[in-house]
């Protein structure tokens, strides 16, 4: 089993950052990708990026160039910085690990607003 706790969510204005982080514990030499997805009220589940063991990362073309997904291996984390944070940015954010079967986190609440 692996345990994912997130911290970071809050509320921004347009054009700010935040960063999202999210801890492992648990079965972690299992895991080959983390990552982070998000869902909109009333909108499905998106991916918003990944990271593999390795490093190779995958993004969202509405994320590219705004976010980065980066990983402490040394402290089992991963962390997704946001800039540049548009209303559309807006949703519950949740992380995700994969690795013999897929892990999710709690969710954080993200919301761009003025």
């Known amino acids: 089993q692996v345990q994912l706790v997130e911290s970071g969510g809050g509320l921004v204005q347009p054009g700010g950052s935040l960063r999202l982080s999210c801890a492992a514990s648990?079965?972690?030499?299992?895991?080959?990708?983390m990552g982070w997805y998000r869902q909109a009220p009333g909108k499905q589940r998106q991916l918003v990026a990944h990271?593999?063991?390795?490093?190779?990362?995958t993004y969202a073309g509405s994320v590219k160039g705004r976010f980065t997904i980066s990983r402490d291996n040394a402290n089992d984390t991963v962390y997704l910085q946001m800039n540049s944070l548009k209303p559309d940015d807006t949703a519950v954010y949740y992380c995700?690990?994969?690795?013999?079967?897929?892990?999710w986190g709690q969710g954080t609440q993200v919301t761009v607003s003025s």
């Open positions: 990271i593999t063991k390795v490093g190779s990362t």
């Open positions: 648990g079965s972690i030499f299992s895991i080959n990708l």
């Open positions: 995700y690990a994969l690795g013999g079967m897929t892990y």
